[in-house]
C-alpha cells in the first residue's frame, strides 16, 4: 500500500535551516505530483511547496526564496529544504501524493488522497 513517512522536524532559532524528507514507497512514485503542507495550531492546512514529475516546482508566497522542494524519482524521496526560517513557519508539516500528475490550476486538498503522519517544525525568536 501508498506509504509515506516524514523526517527531519525540529526545532531551531529564527533564521536558520531545516531540511524535511518524505519517503515514499508501494506505487510508481514518478507518476504523480507531490507537495508539502502546513498545519500551524487553530489554522488550516495549506499547501506551501509542489513539484511534479518533471520538476517544475510552484511556492505559496510566504515562502519563495526560502524554501526549496526537490524530488528524486529513483530513490522515491521527497525533500524540503527551510532556509531563513521564522517563526511563522512553525507547524505540523506533511507530505503528500496528488491524485495525478500535472496540474494547470492551483490544487485543493481534494486533490491530495495520501498523506503522511507529519513531523513537527517549530521555530522560535
Known amino acids: 500500500q501508498v506509504q509515506l513517512v516524514e523526517s527531519g522536524g525540529g526545532s531551531v532559532l529564527a533564521g536558520g535551516s531545516l531540511r524535511l524528507s518524505c519517503a515514499a514507497s508501494?506505487?510508481?512514485?514518478?507518476?504523480?505530483?507531490m507537495a508539502w503542507f502546513r498545519q500551524a495550531p487553530g489554522k488550516e492546512r495549506e499547501e506551501v511547496a509542489f513539484i511534479e514529475p518533471g520538476g517544475r516546482a510552484l511556492y505559496e508566497d510566504s515562502v519563495k526564496g526560502r524554501f526549496t522542494i526537490s524530488r528524486d524519482n529513483a530513490k522515491k524521496t521527497l525533500d524540503l529544504q527551510m532556509n531563513s526560517l521564522k517563526p511563522e513557519d512553525t507547524g505540523m508539516y506533511f507530505c503528500a501524493r496528488a491524485r495525478s500528475g500535472y496540474y494547470y490550476r492551483r490544487r485543493t486538498l481534494d486533490d491530495y488522497n495520501y498523506w503522511g503522519q507529519g513531523t513537527q517544525v517549530t521555530v522560535s525568536s
Open positions: 508501494g506505487y510508481i512514485v514518478h507518476n504523480y505530483a
